[in-house]
Nanobody, 124 residues
Framework: QVQLVESGGGLVQAGGSLSLSCAASGRTFSSYGMAWFRQAPGKEREFVAG????????YYADSVKGRFTISRDNAKKTVYLQMNSLKPEDTAIYYCAADRSSRHSRREWEYDYWGQGTQVTVSS
């Protein structure tokens, strides 16, 4: 069983920045597609950003494009999400997810493993 542990969430003012980390287990981490999803109160979980195993291909939800950056360090088995120019509507629980097939996916059901989530709150 692959385990994912998020960290770095917290409270930040609108316009500020925050960096999230996701530490993963498993010796085949480099072959996994990784992604960040988020879920705000009363809303469905939504895709935020994804990255292929090689790290050479990244993709984003339109709502965060140009503000967020996903990256990975396969040697450290860690995925990052750098969030800049944060808005109150970015407030949510952020989840790290892994896809064993490394598909270029924005679909929640195509990810095999999930972290417990970390809270991000952006004040106005």
């Amino acid at each position: 069983q692959v385990q994912l542990v998020e960290s770095g969430g917290g409270l930040v003012q609108a316009g500020g920045s925050l960096s999230l980390s996701c530490a993963a287990s498993g010796r085949t981490f480099s072959s996994y597609g990784m992604a960040w999803f988020r879920q705000a109160p009363g809303k469905e979980r939504e895709f935020v950003a994804g990255i292929r195993g090689s790290g050479g291909t990244t993709y984003y939800a339109d709502s965060v494009k140009g503000r967020f950056t996903i990256s990975r360090d396969n040697a450290k088995k860690t995925v990052y999400l750098q969030m800049n120019s944060l808005k109150p509507e970015d407030t949510a629980i952020y989840y790290c997810a892994a896809d064993r097939s490394s598909r270029h996916s924005r679909r929640e059901w195509e990810y095999d493993y999930w972290g417990q989530g970390t809270q991000v709150t952006v004040s106005s």
